[in-house]
């Protein structure tokens, strides 16, 4: 049996812990202060919600993937995969205020509006600084949740606790690689004498993620260059721009990416998710030959379940978003990226336990990435 002690001398203090919030809002002892999770009591219990769902606890990848998605779906370098479409929200009020073309933001409104979803757990980024997970069930909750942030925000806790209430039976999250797994743990182990509910979790929609920043740090760092209350959207170009970028009012501050990945936070040093392979949906923003200025305004749509597949149908039907044709080399260069990210996780974690063939939390699925 395991201890919640696990997640102390496994996941902490390794440092593995993403800051994702599934080991909150279950019960007193576990929290986070300014994106960093702490635990405020100690427990002796030697089992719990807390270490079942974390995705930083050993997790054997290939059987989950097999219980919730076919066979002879996965493919190796992105998981699960039925589609992968370039979109963008048809409305421009959306558009405006969106991280890049605004997908998500326009589906997760469908998915509300057209009976998908009755709640929506979302993190809003208040200008991409200071984030907080919310519960939305109306439009406008939605659209006050669109934009990005580079900390990440315990938005877990949030569907926690409306998992525990059982108010709403069918609750989309929206999460990066880390918390959408987080969700599908929670699916695969049910307690039997303490339901979690998991079953009122209706869809999963991820997105693309190379890594998060330390909560303090980049509060700082936006300090040095802006007025971090008037920063209203940050963004990081492709590599080649080499920068993060801060929109101030009309102004946008290019800052030195030298500066930014020093505040890479440790966990995502062994993530080996780029593009949420656990979802409905994933999304990202494009990446293609076009310009970055027009490449900004679409984003990256990998299609992965059946009823993720029906959403985006719907999506298309009633005009809610705009389509445009994948370059032919773009599921190559997704594929690519993606695989780049899991021999970087893989070479860390082998440097972290000392060990080739220790995968850290990934040893029950080690034949999954036999061939790296």
């Known amino acids: 049996m395991l201890s919640t002690i696990a997640l102390d001398t496994q996941v902490l203090r390794p440092g593995l812990c993403t800051g994702c919030g599934a080991c909150q809002g279950l019960c007193p002892y576990w929290g986070s202060v300014d994106g960093r999770t ?109 934009g990005s942030s580079f900390q990440i925000p315990p938005t877990l806790a949030v569907l926690n606790q409306a998992l525990q209430e059982n108010r709403y039976h069918s609750i989309g999250v929206v999460g990066t690689p880390c918390k959408t797994l987080a969700v599908y743990k929670m699916r695969a182990n049910p307690l039997p004498d303490n339901d979690n509910h998991a079953g009122n979790i209706g869809m999963v929609f991820g997105l693309f993620c190379g890594w998060g920043l330390d909560w303090v740090g980049l509060k700082a760092l936006a300090a040095m260059h802006a007025d971090p209350e008037a920063v209203c959207h940050i963004d990081i170009p492709p590599s080649k721009y080499h920068s993060m970028e801060l929109q101030q009012g009309d102004e946008t501050i290019s800052v030195n990416l030298d500066n930014v990945t020093p505040l890479v936070r440790s966990g995502c040093h062994y993530c080996a998710d780029m593009t949420a392979e656990f979802a409905d949906l994933s999304i990202g923003g494009a990446r293609s030959a076009d310009d970055w200025e027009i490449d900004k305004g679409w984003n990256q749509v990998i299609v992965r379940s059946e009823k993720g597949e029906q959403l985006l149908d719907l999506a298309q039907e009633k005009g809610v978003l705009e389509f445009k044709d994948v370059p032919e080399t773009g599921l190559e260069k997704l594929k690519g990226a993606s695989l780049g990210k899991k021999r970087t996780a893989l070479k860390n974690l082998r440097q972290l336990t000392g060990s080739i063939q220790d995968l850290g939390y990934l040893t029950p699925s080690k034949d999954l990435f036999q061939n790296m």
């Open 38 to 146: 702490v635990c405020f009591f100690d427990c002796e219990r030697r089992d719990g919600r807390c270490q079942r769902f974390c995705p930083r606890m050993p997790t054997d990848l290939d059987a989950l993937r097999r219980q919730f998605f076919p066979a002879d779906s996965i493919l190796p370098e992105i998981g699960p995969f039925r589609g992968l479409y370039l979109t963008r929200a048809a409305d421009p009020g959306i558009r405006a205020k969106a991280q890049h073309g605004g997908s998500m933001t326009a589906l997760v409104e469908l998915a509300l509006a057209e009976g998908f979803l009755d709640a929506a757990v979302l993190t809003r980024s208040q200008g991409g600084l200071n984030p907080e997970g919310v519960l939305a069930t109306t439009p406008e909750e939605v659209r006050v949740c669109s």
